[in-house]
């Protein structure tokens, strides 16, 4: 990007008066021999030298060279099995050393691990029709939630993958996209082919399932007087709200990287849509 786009430049990218910038080309991944492309995904920590792609059966790594002038590939793998397997999602783990890669195909949904290119587990049938997204949760480190077009979204502990650890079942279509908040992981938003937005409250598999932990010595004397609110319930997962300003399929969703309580949604008449969390939920969380 021209370095007048960077964050901290005081140019307005909206001002009438700047010139048209263009994209300086550094490199692109050679990967057409191995079909067409589905997803490339950065490393999410690093210096950004290492990036997967997904190409119809194959999972490679490349390695982006000194100044990014040259991608190499480091790496790579493809499923074996009957018919034409094609990968349909991939999400890269910020956990394990960032040494883990989550991938769909079809209703399997398979873990990789980047040093060695070899599968660590595998989710069959982890949908009952095909797996449309992937995202990891960013404060516990074996959780992964998936979503189809069986209009579910699942909840997975890879060390054990026998049986989801939780389903949402609030949307009536497709289930295109799913994404945890990067700071608060029991916010999680979904979007979909029913025009539908929701953001739902997944807080009993959350890093909080207690709600924001307080030290007994934090307590006043008046707080302490009130054994009956230290009894209460737990928080109960459900849908926070569901947001319907979209006319048509809703095929991605994703939270800003600046603003944790801010969060985007575009479907496919091109109507790009923001939103807020609610105050009174955020206020909820923080306090």
């Known amino acids: ?62 390695d982006l060279q000194e100044s990014s002038s040259q991608a190499v590939l480091a790496g790579s793998a493809s499923l074996e099995g009957k018919g034409q397997l094609k990968f349909t999602a991939g999400r890269w783990s910020p956990h394990h050393t960032c040494t883990q890669v989550a991938t769909a195909n079809d209703t399997t949904i398979r873990g990789w691990d980047t040093r060695s290119m070899s599968q660590i587990y595998c989710i069959e049938n982890a949908h009952g029709q095909l797996v ?108 926070i709200a569901t947001y319907e300003e979209h006319e048509d399929s809703v095929y991605a969703v994703d939270w800003s990287s600046a603003d944790p309580w801010l969060f985007a949604s575009l479907s496919y008449d091109g109507r790009l849509v923001i939103n807020r969390v609610p105050r009174a939920l955020k206020y909820h969380i923080l306090l």
């Open 132 to 239: 449309r997204d992937l995202d990891f949760n960013p404060n516990k480190q074996y959780y992964l939630a998936s979503c189809g077009d069986d209009c579910k979204v699942k909840f997975w502990d890879t060390r054990n993958v026998t049986e989801p650890v939780k389903t949402l079942e609030e949307h009536s279509h497709w289930v295109w996209s799913v994404r945890y908040n990067h700071s608060h992981d029991q916010l999680v938003l979904t979007g979909s082919s029913d025009s539908r937005v929701i953001l739902s409250n997944m807080v009993s598999i959350s890093s909080e399932p207690f709600g924001h932990l307080v030290d007994d010595d934090d307590l006043s004397d008046q707080e302490e007087r009130r054994p009956e609110e230290k009894s209460q319930e737990p928080p109960q997962d459900s849908v």
């Open 1 to 62: 990007m021209p370095k007048e786009l960077e964050p901290g430049s005081h140019e307005s990218p909206d001002d009438s008066s700047s010139p048209a910038h263009t994209l300086e080309l550094l490199c692109h991944l050679d990967d057409t021999a191995h079909g067409s492309v589905a997803c490339v995904v950065w490393e999410p920590t690093g210096d950004g030298r290492r990036v997967i792609s997904l190409a119809d059966s194959h999972i490679l790594l490349w």
